[in-house]
């Protein structure tokens, strides 16, 4: 099974066209992908009655991928002093309880631990991915590098048979080859149930471009053409043969691209959408401007 999603249900205000939808975004995201990754748990670990609702308001067959609160997966450099938790234990706690409600309802699919650039393969970090899978207990978690030097020639076999007997999910990643902070595209599964795989597109000078006061807003723009997705059709067809789902994530997101592509995608795998149509309503503000001449 192959299930297409967007990283995020905020910054795609084409699928919000119908009137109002603006304030119940995820409803109307749903009627659109039955998975979505949920980034805002990265930048703050939410609480268990927002993630509450986001399990009432979805429907049954709705699935969630959480990405991993930025102190657990060491973005937040400097330990302690960088996190509000009084230990890591306490900030692991915390999330998994932040998550439960989603995981209660049977709509959790995974808990994405991406990995920042300087986190390399070492010794260290090896004893960091054990301790942190360790604190998750039982719950799925995926695991995405940024960082080159865990996918070498010498090191990928390594570092994938590493990912399955430690119990991790192999995450895809497409994304520009911009040196060591990136990572080739690994086709691999390392979980018999679920894989996911992360668009990012492929703007190379975008993705170097950290620091930068708008980096936020070039890193990820990108769109991917007819060709580009072809080539993923054979991809995802064939992980499809070794592992139970293949879950997609565009995060191309900075230009309104990821809903476009994922869309796209969707009618080259013959899937359609859950509301049935890949038809998009007028835009909102088109008939709200005719309104003023009747």
Known sequence: MIEIGLCGWGDHSELYREAGKDKNKLPAYAQW???????????????????????VETPDNFRFVIKAYQGMTGHARGGKGHHPYESEASMFQAFREAIEPIRAAGKLLAVLFQYPPWFNCTRPNVETLRTAKARMADIPCALEFRNQSWFTNEMSEKTIAFTRREGWIHTVCDEPQAGE???PIVEAATDEQFTIVRLHGRNTDGWVSAGQPNWRDVRYLYRYNETELSEWVERLRRLEQLTGTVCVLFNNNSGGDAADNALQLMAMLHQLPPRGSFKLPPPKETAQQLELFE
């Open 181 to 183: 902070g990136s990572i």
């Open 33 to 55: 992908f039955r998975v979505v990754e949920v980034d805002s748990t990265f930048y703050a670990i939410q609480s268990p009655q927002v993630m509450e609702k986001w399990a």
